[in-house]
């Protein structure tokens, strides 16, 4: 299957960026690589509309940079946007508008109370979209263990 319009959405973290290699690689064979950032401005007794401004410039800026650095390995076809609402919402309403072909993402590999308290962005994007996605674990993230009694082979098919 090939892509044309791989959205990458990034977090601003050394894990969200891991996912930077293998969109270089996707970017190899011609795809538009469509970063986005999802920005919330958190107030804090702040200005909202301040706040709202600062969190879009500092998006746009983080996205200008990491757009250079893909450009300097040879990716031609960067394309940026900042979504202003939560990451998973918008997320899967960029893929829906600029019609994406693939999701390409970093899971944080987050588990348990960290899980429950922060949310699965991936696992709610994966929920709203039909879009296809790749999500990339990067080395070091941690894995869960896989529950007692979880997966075994069917007999005969071990």
Avoid: C
């Amino acid at each position: 299957m090939k892509f044309k319009r791989v959205l990458v959405p990034l977090d601003g973290s050394p894990v969200g960026e891991a996912v930077l290699a293998r969109a270089v690689e996707l970017g190899g064979d011609g795809a538009t690589l469509m970063l986005l950032r999802a920005a919330e401005a958190r107030t804090l007794g702040r200005d909202l509309v301040a706040a709202q401004v600062d969190v879009v410039k500092e998006a746009e800026v983080y996205l200008a940079d990491v757009s250079e650095r893909l450009r300097r390995t040879g990716v031609t076809d960067v394309e940026t946007s900042v979504w202003y609402g939560p990451a998973p919402e918008s997320i899967v309403e960029a893929a829906r508008v600029r019609n994406a072909d693939l999701i390409l993402m970093s899971s944080h590999g987050r588990s348990g109370l960290g899980r429950l308290v922060l949310g699965s962005v991936a696992e709610t994007v994966l929920r709203g979209t039909t879009t296809p996605i790749l999500l990339v674990r990067p080395g070091g993230a941690p894995v869960a263990p896989v529950p007692a009694g979880g997966a075994r082979p069917a007999e005969g098919h071990g």
